[in-house]
């Protein structure tokens, strides 16, 4: 519950300061016509194309999900750029070999929906309901024993992290 008030406050404050668009009729994408994206939270610059893949990722990995579950997926793309053993772009993180089936099956490619980008807006902002997770698996389309060796495990929606 305390979550869900940090995350409405935060939505609210967005929409007030203006960094959170208005919805628009003309598409979502449209909605999001920065060049550039800077967080302060994480300390970080990122491009418009950046950004939309981003949300691309996520609106093919977590479309249904809901926002929080769908903040997380994105907070694993951000939890990697910090880490040593991953690439330290976005591109380069989610194209990795093997690392996201929507690379693989090519869903990567369909435009994300308004909450997939709102979700990569909170994620770039800092937002990590998984406290610093750097994996995820939905138990229901993917068996993995692996992830049950990693500390740390949450679940969020159909998404298991770790």
């Excluded at 060049?35 to 194309?49: F, H, P, Q, V």
């Excluded at 990590?128 to 138990?139: K, R």
Aim: aromatic share 10%; hydrophobic share 45%; charged share 20%.
């Amino acid at each position: 519950m305390k979550l869900k008030k940090i995350i409405a406050g935060f939505i609210i404050s967005l929409s007030v300061i203006g960094i959170m668009p208005p919805s628009s009729s003309f598409g979502a994408e449209s909605t999001y016509i920065k060049t550039n994206y800077i967080s302060t939270a994480r300390g970080l610059s990122i491009t418009r194309e950046e950004f939309m893949l981003l949300a691309k990722l996520i609106n093919a990995e977590a479309r249904g999900e809901t926002l929080i579950g769908q903040v997380a997926v994105g907070a694993v793309v951000f939890n990697r750029l910090k880490d040593p053993r991953y690439p330290k772009t976005i591109a380069k993180v989610i194209y990795d070999k093997d690392q996201f089936s929507p690379v693989t099956d090519g869903s990567i490619d369909l435009q994300p929906n308004e909450e997939s980008l709102l979700a990569a807006e909170l994620a770039f902002n800092g937002l990590d309901p998984t406290n610093g997770c750097l994996f995820f698996y939905n138990p229901a389309k993917v068996e993995s024993d692996w992830i049950d060796k990693i500390p740390g495990v949450v679940v969020i929606g159909s998404h298991v992290f770790g």
